[in-house]
């Protein structure tokens, strides 16, 4: 982590709240999340209709969701299954449309990422991260995705350097920058420790 | 701020309250390249006091042999429109600022649909030149009075096809925003320019259908207003000096040798925000941009619309 100033590149997740203004309110949340979508609905009823995507895991919401959401809930069993009827339910949108997350950052921008195939655009998303801080980094020298690095330094999926993981995110990809860590003197490694736990 | 000397090289009488001016650069070069939506400044010297008005550039952004400006003549001015149009002729030079975009189209946008009214038709020009070059999926509402003051219709007619619908007061055609706005594929955005009982019911439909604030654009200059002269002190310069009646506090600091910073001089770019150090009275804040908090809080005003009434302002500057 660094200290002392903001990088503008790590996104900043809020809480999630009602849109006043909306034709259609879709939430989509994943495991954890689900406390956060409990939360949004004690805060009211919008008059508009409403659709819930929850993809369950370990932690699971779905029994007091069902209690709790009247109509238009959808309990998946993974995120690709909820990935699915996201695709399948996008196309009947229209401009009006007001999108809420809730899940791990991983997560939060695979959803960004397949809704912006749809014309939605990240700013017009109101996300709340909830689950784990673990991060997606990619690795600047072979481009490789590694998922869940809860550590300051994590080894790459693809080419098996040692990566220091960054405060530089980048949305396009939903992950931070990796870089190699022992590249100077190879072998030579700072301690690693747990800081995205 | 830098400018570029131009001379007049056409003027065309456009509609009845609406000249077309076409400017090249005066030692013979290109001008700089801009994108659709852009403005200049033109700096007009009527009889020993400097105006500066913003107008939109309605030519192709792919033309830098020349720039394309109209001008709607605004009686209850403060003159420079009337300058314009009654004392400008072919061949004089003129100063302007470069072109500066404070209307941009979404580069991300998957639907454009562009909201005209009357004079508003002029930053959609150049970007109509950018939509059609770019294939764009785009729509273009025009409204306007009567068919006399329809500026630019049949030319938009040949160049937008059917992108173009227009709606002429006289006969009885109204825009129905929210039909327009109800039913629109995600990725829309709405640019609107034109009166501002127009502007604000675009921005009020489009928020109310639940429209994300970044997929609503709208530009509306606001001509600075007259109102009681006052005096401001300039504490970094360490100056006083007298705003009349007639002169915006900007124009007051500029004629009096102070470079301040400016875009659009109506008060909707933020760029000649001043920190407020001490007042004694009301701000007049007539702006766009400052927050109602901001404003509040009498510690930063915008010169260029803005006004003040009592007898202590110092400016940070
Ligand atoms: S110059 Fe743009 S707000 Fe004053």
Redesign the interface.
């Known amino acids: 982590m660094e200290h002392g100033y903001t990088i503008k590149s790590k996104p900043i997740y809020g809480a999630l709240a009602w849109h006043d203004k909306a034709t259609v309110h879709l939430v989509i949340a994943q495991s954890q999340g689900g406390l956060a979508v409990l939360k949004l609905f004690e805060q009211m009823q919008p008059k508009q209709p409403v659709r819930v995507l929850y993809a369950q895991q370990d932690t699971d919401y779905a029994k007091t969701l069902k209690k709790v959401v009247p109509e238009g809930l959808d309990v998946l069993n993974s995120e690709q299954e909820l990935l699915d009827v996201l695709k399948s339910i996008m196309p009947t949108m229209r401009m009006g449309l007001r999108i809420y997350i809730a899940g791990s950052e991983g997560f939060i921008w695979s959803v960004a990422e397949a809704v912006k195939a749809f014309g939605v655009e990240n700013a017009d998303l109101m996300k709340e991260q909830t689950d784990t801080l673990a991060r997606t980094i990619y690795c600047v020298h072979c481009k490789a995705i590694t998922h869940n690095i809860t550590t300051n330094i994590g080894k790459c999926s693809g080419c098996g350097r040692m990566l220091f993981v960054r405060d530089h995110f980048s949305r396009q990809m939903g992950a931070y920058m990796g870089l190699m860590i022992d590249a100077e003197s190879p072998g030579e490694l700072p301690a690693i420790e747990e800081i995205y736990p | 701020m830098s400018m570029i000397n131009v001379k007049v090289v056409a003027i065309e009488q456009v509609t009845p309250l609406v000249k077309h001016f076409t400017f090249v650069k005066e030692d013979g070069s290109s001008l700089p390249a801009f994108s659709g939506g852009s403005h200049v400044v033109v700096s007009l010297d009527i009889g020993g006091r400097i105006h500066r008005n913003p107008y939109s550039l309605m030519g192709s952004p792919m033309e830098n042999e020349a720039y394309h400006i109209s001008v709607r003549k605004q009686e209850n001015s403060r003159g420079g429109s009337v300058f314009m149009h009654e004392n400008v002729t072919v061949g004089m030079p003129l100063k302007i600022t470069y072109p500066v975009n404070l209307f941009s189209l979404a580069k ?1 946008g ?1 639907k454009h649909i562009l909201i005209a009214g009357g004079i508003g038709i002029t930053p959609f020009m150049s970007q109509i030149a950018d939509l059609n070059r770019m294939n764009a999926n785009y729509e273009l509402h025009y409204a306007y009075r009567s068919p006399e003051h329809g500026a630019f219709a049949a030319q938009l007619k040949e160049k937008c096809g059917d992108h173009l619908h227009c709606y002429i007061d006289s006969q009885g055609q109204r825009l129905d925003l929210q039909a327009l ?1 109800n ?6 955005h709405v640019y609107v320019c034109g009166p501002n009982a127009m502007v604000l019911a675009t921005l009020d439909t489009a ?6 604030e ?2 609503i654009h709208s530009e509306q200059f606001l001509s600075p207003p007259t109102g009681e002269p006052f005096k401001i002190q300039l504490a970094r310069s360490n100056i006083e000096i007298q705003v009349s009646a007639e002169m915006s506090m900007l124009e007051a600091i500029e004629a009096a040798g102070v470079e301040a910073d400016y875009l659009c001089r109506g008060g909707v770019c933020g760029r000649c925000e001043l920190d407020v150090l001490e007042t004694d009275g009301a701000l007049e804040h007539n702006d766009h941009f400052l927050t109602d908090t901001e404003k509040a809080s009498c510690k930063k005003i915008m010169p260029c619309v803005s006004r003040a009434k009592g007898e202590r302002l110092v400016l940070d500057l």
């Open positions: 991300k998957r706005l039913d629109q594929p995600l990725g829309t928020r109310n259908l639940g429209w994300p970044n997929h």
